[in-house]
């Protein structure tokens, strides 16, 4: 066994997205104010920071003013001021504009923008600041003293399909940290495993999420309004939560996508060929008449709300951004809450550095700085949304419509609407249950699943262990083909999943290929799976998609 190499840092912040980047720097700004010397660093499993960032994304610029007021002059990387707001409500053949845009949809004031990019100027800024930004460096484990997180292992490299070490063969080295900041995203490894352990979604509601499908196309010059916002409703999903997005961006670029709420009935459900009927839409068909497809990436998304986020602290460990659930589903944002959490987790971290204490009872200054933030008033008041919509789309209307005019409480007046986990509401079928309209792909307009993963950029090596671990293929077999048909063929929207059972002798043959090569890293398996067998690990670091632009 090869001896890992082992480092000591004041602070590790785990995943390199906004709010890991946002809480890096301000923390490195109190360091400097108050002269103390504080060791911070970011790993990323990214091959380069802003590799795996996307998002629709219209940012609100609240957090990054309060923690770069100049961030302007500084030059970050927005696309363009929102210079109009639209809502539509879709059907099959038609669009019915709204009059009106509702407060919640209102995006005066606020930018469109690329996180990729914005994440990848982030990191320069954190760097400038004096925090050390590592890419290619997944975190793999929670380091533990008894119940208290220590440090984080990164993953090891250059380990072939059978576990062994080949000559590339790298191990991940040990960092050692008085406090860990996990800012994974949604559905994190390291949140994964700490989450039950330490109980922190006791007395909870589950965590729901949707999915977020998304292409940029390049337009014809002069076609493409920069600031331009869309929102849609309704067609294709008119039995299913979601909703549509298309952005204007700099150089006549058509930043154009869907989420699909991963808490469905029908298991043949599938975001991604949803997606593709929803580029059907006469209206959408047309703006996107000449135009090339330059990008493609998927993304889940928390949509739980206020009180599907888990206690945010623990000895030695703090939850940021999409981990901890930071995000407005009702806006459909949160990049500003992300860069929010992390500031607050860097300003409660520091304070525990200076009195030398990092227990729970410490760090949950945290919980105390997020209830007296406006990040928590926001989040309140769209407490309710998503589990407004679980009879439907016009009973969640008219739930939004109630909660605007209630301070967020949803039908029957409640404070607080119970939810169950996504994979729940999924109802079982027989073998070979009735398939949803499939879309005619013509390469064109539409495309298929592995024309998409090459328009990622995912890239992973073949002869490395899957990353995606499936506790026991005899279910799939025995079970879930018969009671679900196999839904992981369709909700993965990478084509991963590949079940080639057929019906013999009573029972079924064959196998589950798992094409973890095509992973775009959206954690939707891990989320879906309707017996919870699948876990998502990182593979080896710099691998995954590329989502220049997004």
């Known amino acids: 066994m090869a001896e890992r190499d082992s480092l000591d840092v004041d602070v590790l912040f785990v995943g390199a997205g906004p709010a890991s980047l946002a809480g890096a720097i301000r923390l490195r700004q109190l360091a400097k104010e108050r002269g103390r010397d504080v060791s911070v660093m970011v790993i990323d499993k990214g091959g380069e920071i802003g590799n795996h960032g996307i998002s629709g994304a219209v940012m609100d610029p609240r957090a990054l003013d309060e923690l770069l007021p100049d961030w302007r002059e500084r030059g970050a990387p927005v696309e363009a001021p929102v210079s109009s707001d639209t809502l539509w409500f879709m059907f099959e053949k038609s669009v019915l504009k709204s009059p009106i845009v509702p407060p919640v949809l ?227 944002k949160g990049i500003h809450l992300a860069m929010k959490s992390g500031m607050m987790a860097a300003e409660t971290a520091f304070d525990a550095l200076v009195a030398e204490k990092s227990d729970a009872r410490t760090l949950a200054d945290y919980e105390r700085r997020f209830r007296a933030s406006w990040a928590y008033g926001e989040l309140r008041a769209a407490r309710n949304f998503h589990q ?89 077999r025995d079970r879930c083909t018969t009671e679900y048909g196999n839904p992981c063929r369709h909700f993965c929207p990478a084509a991963v999943y590949e079940p080639t059972f057929t019906q013999k002798n009573g029972g079924f043959e064959g196998h589950l290929q798992l094409n973890f090569t095509n992973c775009v890293h959206c954690k939707t398996c891990d989320i879906m799976d309707p017996y919870q067998i699948i876990t998502w690990v990182p593979p080896q670091g710099g691998e995954g998609p590329v989502y220049t632009g997004m």
């Open 106 to 332: 209102n995006n005066s004031g606020k930018y469109v923008a690329s996180l990729q990019k914005m994440v990848r100027w982030l990191g320069e800024q954190a760097e400038s600041a004096g925090a050390d930004v590592f890419a290619s460096f997944p975190g793999d484990e929670l380091l533990w003293d008894g119940e208290r997180v220590i440090g984080v292992r990164v993953g090891d490299k250059g380990v072939d399909k059978h576990g062994n070490p080949k000559s590339n063969f790298e191990p991940g080295p040990d960092l050692m940290a008085k406090i860990v900041i996990l800012g994974e995203g949604p559905r994190g490894t390291l949140a994964k495993q700490a989450i039950p352990r330490l109980r922190l979604e006791r007395e909870r509601e589950p965590q729901v999420y949707a999915l977020g499908v998304k292409e940029l196309w390049q337009c014809a010059p002069g076609t493409v309004q920069p600031g331009s916002v869309i929102h849609s409703l309704g067609f294709p999903l008119f039995n299913t939560f979601g909703g549509g997005f298309i952005y204007g961006m700099q150089n006549d670029v058509l930043d154009i996508g869907l989420v699909t709420g991963l808490d469905y009935h029908d298991p043949t459900t599938d975001p991604h060929n949803e997606f593709q009927r929803y580029k059907t839409h006469p209206a959408i068909a047309k703006m996107l008449a000449g135009a090339n497809l330059i990008r493609y990436g998927a993304k889940a998304i928390p949509e739980g709300g206020l009180f599907s986020m888990p206690q945010l602290y623990s000895d030695g460990l703090m939850l940021i951004g999409d981990t901890g659930g930071f995000l407005n589903g009702m806006r459909l």
């Open 388 to 476: 407004g919509f679980g009879g439907g789309l016009i009973p969640g209307l008219l739930n939004v419509s109630l909660g605007m005019v209630s301070g967020g409480r949803g039908f029957g007046m409640s404070d607080r609407l119970k939810s169950k986990p996504g994979y729940a509401h999924m109802q079982k079928r027989g073998f070979e249950p009735k398939e949803r309209e499939r879309v005619n792909v013509d390469n064109v307009l539409t495309f298929d699943k592995l024309t998409d993963v090459y328009n990622s950029g995912t890239m992973h090596d073949e002869d490395q262990p899957c990353h995606l671990h499936v506790a026991d293929t005899n279910i799939c």
